[in-house]
């Protein structure tokens, strides 16, 4: 009996620590520190870097750029198109930004910098919808959220490599711990 009480503890605890693993990450925009600039050329861009990722709930955003020369303005879809830098919903500029993702859907991010926006320093990213389809405060439907597309309105791409959804990587943990379970009895 102890040593059955045992194993289910420590079959929990697994469970609820792989479990953390399993979501919400923290994302270098464009994956180095140096990402947040003027792209050299379109293949460059910040979003053709999105294109091959999956964004979900509870992920991070963490900018890391010089906050003297440079900021980061979390805007909407018209801001965006145009590189409009006034009325931003959120401005950042203390050279390493975090931004969590706390609802499916779009997120646009410019440069504070008309300039630097009009050059091509910007993000736009899709946020996936969870599995259940409840998440900011509406309902989103069970189906995912494509990857964001260069021009907006177009077709998305999907992901060129293992980019799982959120209940793959679940389904992963949890088999995973089932497995320890198991091999643990």
């Not at 964004?55 to 879809?77: A, C, I, M, N, R």
């Not at 500029?93 to 993702?101: A, I």
């Amino acid at each position: 009996m102890a040593q059955r009480t045992l194993t289910e503890a420590t079959f929990l605890f697994f469970f609820f620590f792989l479990a953390n693993f399993a979501c919400c990450k923290e994302i270098l925009v464009g994956g180095k520190t140096s990402a947040w600039k003027i792209p050299s050329s379109p293949s460059e861009s910040l979003n053709k870097w999105a294109e091959s990722l999956r964004f979900h709930v509870g992920d991070s955003l963490v900018w890391k750029y010089d906050g003297e020369k440079d900021s980061v303005l979390q805007v909407t879809k018209e801001a965006y198109i145009n590189c409009n830098t006034t009325n931003p919903a959120a401005n950042y500029s203390n050279g390493d930004t975090k931004v969590k993702l706390e609802r499916s859907g779009p997120y646009f991010f410019i440069s504070g910098s008309k300039s630097n926006c009009v050059e091509g320093e910007k993000l736009h990213i899709v946020v996936m919808s969870t599995r259940g389809g409840h998440t900011g405060g509406f309902f989103t439907g069970s189906a995912p959220s494509p990857a964001p597309s260069t021009a907006l309105g177009a077709p998305a791409v999907a992901p060129a490599t293992g980019a799982a959804s959120s209940l793959t990587r679940q389904v992963g943990v949890l088999g995973f711990v089932g497995f320890l379970g198991i091999v643990l009895l």
